[in-house]
């Protein structure tokens, strides 16, 4: 009988608390655009499962009156087996990812507070990076990819050198390589919206097939050799 390859997966971890909104929308426009280039697509809605995005000590085993160190109590709980469950799905999911897709509005130059708790919470230490696997390179991720997936309030002339907030890069530097990179994705190009609450119907239609038209090209660029 013939055998076929799998298809690739994507997680896309959505973190914008209005469905309606244009951030929203182009979440759905990559979801499609992943889907239509063969991808097999989950996606966590942080906003609407009400995910909760604060690391405490009461998730974790007791302690026994010693002092709370998260990272250590991830370790332990990966050991012993005792990852809280909400986390452990979350941990599984992007481990059986090929592509993890951040999707999110550009808020005080980083990510929403339920997103970076997400990280805070998911990479555990012990099952992405730390303990048998390494950093980086030697991750547990290592191999796989990563996008960020993001709108902007100011233009794209804002984020240029000698613009108003200087190059995009430098600051987007923390997510990519403190985030992504450390636990061994290899990030591809950012795909951005800027400003899209200062566009009208037809230019924001024009925006989200730029958006379908870029996701297409990292589908390509993520695609894992089987």
């Excluded at 809605?45 to 991830?74: C, M, N, R, T």
């Excluded at 600051?171 to 795909?191: A, K, N, S, T």
Aim: proline letters at 6%; aromatic letters at 10%; charged letters at 20%.
């Amino acid at each position: 009988m013939p055998t076929f390859d799998a298809a690739p997966t994507a997680l896309i971890v959505h973190a914008h608390p209005e469905p309606r909104s244009f951030n929203s929308a182009q979440m759905a426009v990559a979801a499609q655009a992943l889907r239509d280039a063969g991808y097999q697509v989950d996606v966590v809605d942080l906003y609407a499962s009400d995910w909760a995005p604060v690391l405490a000590a009461a998730e974790f085993a007791p302690l026994g009156g010693q002092v709370f160190k998260p990272q250590a109590e991830q370790m332990r709980a990966v050991r012993d087996g005792t990852l809280d469950e909400a986390v452990k799905e979350q941990v599984d999911k992007v481990l059986a990812a090929d592509l993890l897709v951040l999707s999110f509005p550009l808020w005080w130059f980083s990510l929403p507070a339920v997103l970076k708790g997400w990280v805070d919470r998911v990479f555990v230490m012990g099952a992405l990076f730390g303990g048998e696997h390494g950093f980086f390179d030697a991750a547990a991720l290592a191999g796989k990819h990563a996008v960020l997936l993001f709108t902007t309030g100011g233009s794209h002339e804002m984020f240029q050198p000698g613009g108003a907030f200087g190059p995009q890069d430098e600051f987007l530097f923390h997510i990519h390589r403190g985030m992504l990179e450390f636990v061994g994705y290899q990030v591809l190009d950012p795909v951005v919206s800027y400003g899209p609450a200062h566009l009208d119907d037809e230019a924001r239609a024009v925006a989200l097939e730029e958006v379908r038209k870029a996701v297409t090209v990292t589908a390509e660029n993520a695609r894992p050799s089987r």
